[in-house]
């Protein structure tokens, strides 16, 4: 079996796992607790927020833990808003692309008087920071972009758009659920003013997760009860998950850019061998991506039996057509670099990660080229295309 | 539990009457790239029997296996009985397909029909 939907989630390393079993088996306290079981999984949580905050460079006391990415886009955007609001400040600047923790809670402020501008991000699927920062109003009260697309896989201009956001004093928040741990990150010199983490896309488990928010930026809580989080974020905490989370992140970023660059290499064969495909397009820029994200749209197949096929080759992928979605449009990611409907639909997302062998790489371009071959064998499409009847888009 | 039944899968796996007529006397094609879905249909009949019957689809696991079922259901049938197909038999015979994916069956249904309808208008209207 080749997994390659690391964008979706991790295996747990087997040192995450250690952490959260011991930490389970013998620091299940109540860290409210005063007695010295509580206090010693206070230790433990405590100690989990250093290595998060030393992860990014931020100071323990700006590190809140959550349940995971969305809860954290959550918090950061609904605050950011409610904030703004009080001051007279109703607009926000984001990205067409977001995740959707992020545009769905963006639609549910426009339906409250707030106003969006959500930006282009053009072919190759980055933000254009002069587009950005014309997009800025006296009234914006937030700017949130992703540190890297979940899709596509492309990195943000992060630093130059919080440099400009800085300079209208305007917060920024970046969703960088899909970024953290598998570049580097730091806050101080990435101008950032609140970060979303999720535990599970970095080898740690689910349902845990962080905010980071700069010293400064004032913050609301979205979940009432007690005072844990500094009343920033009540209810008990997942000390396990988030113990874990700290060992998983600390093991991440240990040798860091030595993986990168093996993981850097393989995904650019990956690239390279599935190009030799006929009519098919990688999408977005084939640099400034993350070092495991592969993501080709195919002319004149659909993406579900795509995945299916794979699947039965015993490889793990996604795609972003409307049938594997759910709804009838395909990726609203697809949409925004431009590829048109006929296309979006057949599109593939291979990521890969360290434990991707060459073999491995091999072996998923010789079955994505079959199944493309088997499936277009009897597409009409393909047929009206190759006919000449209709013009290839891609 | 699995996306689909072991009978969408099978059809999915190793789709029956796959391909091309080329002198066929019924052709049929439904759906459009823009919604992710498209089956050509050919019909050759001989005596008001459906013959053989060919397809071709761009589509998802269920749409192939909705198509690849319809031709089963209709091949060696008297051209009236294939009028009478309906999309419910087609997701009856395949076990069943999830509810989101039901337009894959009438999909394949108004494959048949269109077919059909291209067979009447090229051979005359004797539709009973």
């Known amino acids: 079996m080749i997994y390659a939907d690391n964008a979706a989630t991790t295996k747990m390393s087997e040192a995450a796992v250690n952490t959260m079993v011991a930490v ?24 989990a927020r250093q290595d998060v905050a030393d992860a990014i460079g931020a100071d323990p006391r700006e590190i809140i833990f959550t349940s995971g990415g969305s809860e954290a886009d959550n918090q950061a955007i609904i605050s950011a808003a409610r904030l703004g609001a009080a001051n007279g400040k109703k607009h926000i600047v984001s990205t067409a692309f977001e995740h959707h923790a992020v545009l769905h809670t963006l639609k549910k402020l426009e339906k ?13 699927g ?33 630093k130059e758009i919080g440099a400009v956001c800085r300079a209208h004093k305007i917060p920024f928040h970046t969703d960088a659920v899909q970024a953290i741990a598998h570049v580097h990150i730091n806050v101080a010199e990435d101008n950032i003013d609140m970060l979303s983490a999720s535990a599970h896309k970095f080898h740690g488990p689910k349902g845990v997760g962080f905010l980071y928010v700069k010293k400064g930026i004032r913050i609301l809580n979205l979940i009432e009860g007690g005072a844990q989080e500094k009343g920033r974020r009540a209810g ?21 850019d030595k993986t990168n660059e093996i993981v850097k290499k393989r995904r650019d064969r990956l690239m390279e061998g599935i190009r030799e495909i006929p009519h098919c397009a990688l999408n977005g820029d084939a640099v400034k991506r993350l070092p495991g994200n592969v993501n080709f749209c195919f002319e004149g197949i659909e993406g579900e039996s795509l995945l299916l096929l794979l699947d039965d080759k015993g490889i793990q992928a996604s795609s972003g057509s409307a049938c594997t979605s759910g709804s ?12 048109v409907h006929d296309v979006a639909h057949g599109s593939l997302r291979l990521t890969i990660n360290e434990d991707t062998s060459d073999e491995d790489i091999e072996y998923i ?15 009409p499409i393909w047929r009206d295309l190759v006919a000449g009847k209709k013009q290839f888009i891609l | 539990m699995a996306l689909y039944s072991e009978k969408v899968m099978d059809h999915f796996r190793n789709p029956r009457n796959v391909g091309v007529i080329e002198d066929a006397d019924g052709v049929g094609e439904v759906g459009n790239a823009k919604c992710g879905d498209i089956m050509k249909m050919y019909l050759k009949i001989d005596d008001n029997i459906i013959s053989d019957v060919k397809f071709e689809t761009f589509g998802c696991g269920s749409a192939i296996a909705s198509s690849s079922m319809a031709t089963e259901l209709i091949k060696g049938k008297p051209v009236s009985e294939a ?37 009447y208008s090229k051979h005359g209207s004797d539709k009973q």
């Open chain 1, 24 to 47: 389970l088996n013998e620091n299940w306290g109540n860290p409210s607790g005063l007695y010295t079981l509580g206090q010693t999984a206070k230790e433990v949580l405590e100690k």
């Open chain 1, 365 to 379: 371009i010789k079955s994505v080229k079959e199944v493309v071959e088997y499936l277009r064998g009897f597409s």
């Open chain 1, 112 to 124: 409250e008087g707030f106003e969006v501008t959500l930006l282009d991000v053009h072919e190759d």
């Open chain 2, 83 to 119: 009028m009478q197909l309906t999309n419910k038999a087609v997701a009856e015979a395949l076990d069943g397909l999830p509810d989101y994916k039901m337009h894959c069956s009438v999909l394949a249904e108004e494959a048949i029909k269109s077919a059909l309808d291209d067979y």
């Open chain 1, 236 to 256: 008990t905490e997942n000390v396990a998950g988030i113990a874990a989370m700290a060992t998983a992140l600390t093991e991440s970023l240990k040798d860091l």
């Open chain 1, 328 to 339: 009838l449009d395909p990726s609203h990611v697809l949409l925004a670099i431009g590829r």
């Open chain 1, 126 to 158: 980055l933000v254009r920071v002069d587009e950005l920062e014309k997009a800025l109003r006296d009234d914006t009260a937030l700017v949130t972009v992703m540190f890297a697309n979940n899709e596509i896989g492309t990195i943000q201009p992060i």
